[in-house]
């Protein structure tokens, strides 16, 4: 019977090469989260400046509605 060592009993799997379609994928994931990440970043940078501006911006006055007087309606004369 053969000696068990480590090297014996648990032999190393070789890693699969990776194919074209895994290498793509791989790829196309890595450019799409890094977009999503800075997506995120510009958006959160846009979303604080645009609450400071809008803290710092007061209130605009309410405009006073004012009624229009109807037109006079011009007569038949006969």
């Not at 994931?29 to 501006?53: F, H, N, P």
Request: glycine share 2%.
């Amino acid at each position: 019977m053969a000696r068990l060592t480590k090297d014996t009993v648990f032999k190393a799997t070789a890693a699969r090469p990776e194919t074209a379609m895994d290498k793509t994928t791989r790829i196309v994931r890595e450019i799409t989260d890094g977009e999503a990440e800075k997506r995120q970043k510009k958006m959160a940078r846009l979303r604080a400046a645009r609450l400071a501006q809008e803290a710092n911006t007061p209130e605009p006055e309410p405009v006073k509605k004012t009624r229009k007087k109807a037109a006079a309606k011009p007569t038949k004369s006969d």
